[in-house]
């Protein structure tokens, strides 16, 4: 185990990588920074799909990213147990690569939703160690395909497995079926999430959660944990 490295992706129309890299860096964690047309991982011990419009998000989301040459070696290294977030775009880009079940589609009011979002916590990964099952967060949503589908069978499977990483509240934003805002393998080590921890990383620069309805003691760094949870689960190993 090398320590806390954590590789970002960046594909054409990424927009969040970035944001992502920092979040890594708040966490105490090491970015290293990978590219969408390369097939070398670079040793990361962790890996972050981020947010944005992948190669213009052609046919549609995620669909092209997912035969980008670094994604060989990702799928490859995540069936072995590499953690690996998808955010938002990123959680597209695991469907379509069949890590996660289900897929993203349009939202039900067919209009762009931003919005700070109050999420509960309910399935423990190496991305949400650091959270208590039940706990209700805030952290910025903003998303046009953010629907997660899937058909019964696997939403069964999802629920009895605790699977279901996070659940919408106060209002479903964009259609996702049992307010579905992330899931995570069976494994617990790859996960995917619509709404975006990274943009809630510094306090006085993220969410104001008294005005999703949240916790008026917390300070807006809600999502940090989900980087500071990986870099324990790391270390943990």
Known sequence: MTGGRVGVVTFPGSLDDRDAARA???AGGEAVEL??????LRGVDAVVLPGGFSYGDHLRAGAIARFAPVMAPLVEAAGDGLPV???????QVLCEAHLLP?????NDRQTFVCRDQRLRIEGITAWTREFLPGEEIV???KNGEGGYVADEATLDTLEEEGRVVARYLGGNPNGSLRDIAGITNAAGTVVGIMPHPEHAVEAGFGPDPRAAGGSASADGTDGLRFF???LGALLAR
């Open 24 to 26: 890594v860096r708040a």
């Open 35 to 40: 590219w969408h047309a390369g097939a070398d």
């Open 85 to 91: 977030l998808g955010i938002c775009n990123g959680f």
């Open 102 to 106: 289900g897929a993203l589609v349009r």
């Open 139 to 141: 952290v910025p949503l």
């Open 228 to 230: 500071t949870s990986v």
